[in-house]
């Protein structure tokens, strides 16, 4: 019973002493502060260094000249850079190489190349000439007059840097043609006419390429006008599609001039010219035209009418319709007058027939016209007729020609 009696005060006796002792360390520690407190030294060790280790090359050998070139990555950074350029350069190449390999095994997707015929038909030196001849006549005009097509929009055209000539196109119809895995070229025209001549090489180019690339299908769209030139090279393509509202025929050849005779004899000028040759200076506009320079001029638009006629003949084939044409060249000729049931014989229409009227006497019709007298295949637009004749995965893409450099401009700005 005692000690159970004591066991409370023990524990207090306990905790007053574990008291004391915690508020006597405490006051002797305020009382001797803590740098005074003399501690040991301790001993410093010199720090190890990792002991070093030369890349030893093999003289001669593979792993040499990697662990040289390796050491060069990593010291120099224009090498790893230069490096690192020809891995991705070379890595893109072969990626492309096997996109076309796979393209041509399996030939999916179809792929549709589109090249954009804009502008006139014309030269550099055509448009430089029309320009020069501009100012001789009225220097105080302005050279870029109203665009209605042919020769008068060539200085409008060549402002834009829209001409259309065999040396611009060439290599970018063939590029069209070659692209791996092309199942079609699609020619977009939208040319008012121009050169004969370049219409004329850019159409026996097109038809060699076809010769030449048997599976790569040739379409011709026409976006706003395929006349005269514009329609001479749409006649080298399989089909030509167009829209309704499209402009297309003109097939026929037109040759413009002044005449300034009068305003010289006005203003008191002579001209003279001397030169070794009949034929020489016949049309020259300041004297007046002699018949035989007209003959010549002549007979030598026939000839270039003659040439148009036979590539539309051989390009559209028995798809021409020259009795329709002239049936409708007929009729449009009747006075409003005349009665509906008046219509001409078919020894008439015959007759219009074989001489061109109404098809090849420079006439022109629009899309929906051009289907109904066989110089337009379909009418359509140009990415619903690829997705559906190829389906709706068809890709297509843009080849552009490569703008020519002007030279005469780089000096000046370096100068």
């Not at 009225?138 to 929009?153: D, F, K, N, R, W």
């Not at 097939?251 to 030169?275: C, H, T, Y």
């Amino acid at each position: 019973t005692s000690a159970l009696q004591m066991a409370p005060w023990l524990h207090r006796l306990l905790l007053a002493t574990t008291v004391l002792s915690a508020s006597g360390s405490y006051l002797l520690s305020r009382r001797e502060p803590r740098h005074s407190v003399i501690q040991s030294p301790q001993r410093r060790l010199p720090p190890r260094r990792a002991p070093v280790r030369p890349l030893v090359n093999p003289p001669n050998s593979t792993a040499g000249t990697l662990n040289a070139a390796l050491l060069a990555l990593a010291t120099n950074w224009l090498v790893y850079e230069r490096f690192s350029a020809f891995i991705i350069h070379t890595c893109r190449n072969t990626l492309n190489m096997l996109t076309a390999w796979c393209t041509r095994l399996f030939n999916y997707p179809p792929r549709a190349v589109v090249v954009h015929l804009k502008g006139v038909i014309a030269t550099e030196d055509e448009v430089r000439n029309e320009l020069v001849s501009r100012a001789m006549v009225a220097p105080e005009l302005s050279p870029v007059p109203q665009v209605s097509g042919g020769e008068s929009a060539l200085s409008s055209s060549k402002a834009r840097g829209e001409l259309i000539n065999l040396a611009r196109f060439e290599k970018t119809l063939s590029r069209a043609f070659m692209t791996p895995g092309c199942r079609v070229v699609a020619l977009l025209i939208d040319s008012p006419g121009g050169s004969p001549a370049q219409s004329s090489l850019l159409y026996h180019r097109l038809r060699a390429l076809r010769a030449r690339h048997p599976r790569v299908k040739l379409l011709a769209f026409v976006e706003d006008s395929a006349a005269s030139g514009g329609y001479y090279i749409a006649c080298a393509a399989d089909e030509i599609i167009a829209d309704a509202n499209s402009i297309v025929g003109s097939i026929g050849v037109i040759s413009r001039g002044f005449g300034f005779v009068q305003a010289l004899r006005k203003k008191g000028v002579e001209r003279r010219v001397f030169a070794a040759g009949d034929a020489k200076g016949g049309l020259d506009p300041y004297l007046p035209i002699r018949t035989k320079a007209l003959a010549k001029q002549k007979r030598l638009l026939d000839e270039l009418h003659s040439n148009f006629i036979s590539a539309v003949r051989e390009g559209r084939g028995d798809r021409l319709k020259p009795e329709a044409a002239a049936l409708l060249s007929y009729k449009t000729s009747l006075p409003s007058w005349a009665p509906s049931m008046f219509m001409a014989s078919n020894a008439t229409i015959n007759r219009l027939a074989s001489s061109g009227v109404g098809l090849f006497d420079g006439s022109v019709y629009s899309g929906a016209t051009g289907v109904e007298l066989g110089l337009v295949d379909r009418l359509g637009e140009m990415r619903s007729e690829l997705q559906r004749r190829f389906g709706r995965a068809v890709r297509i893409t843009r080849i552009e020609p490569e703008m020519p450099i002007d030279y005469s401009r780089l000096l000046r700005w370096l100068l």
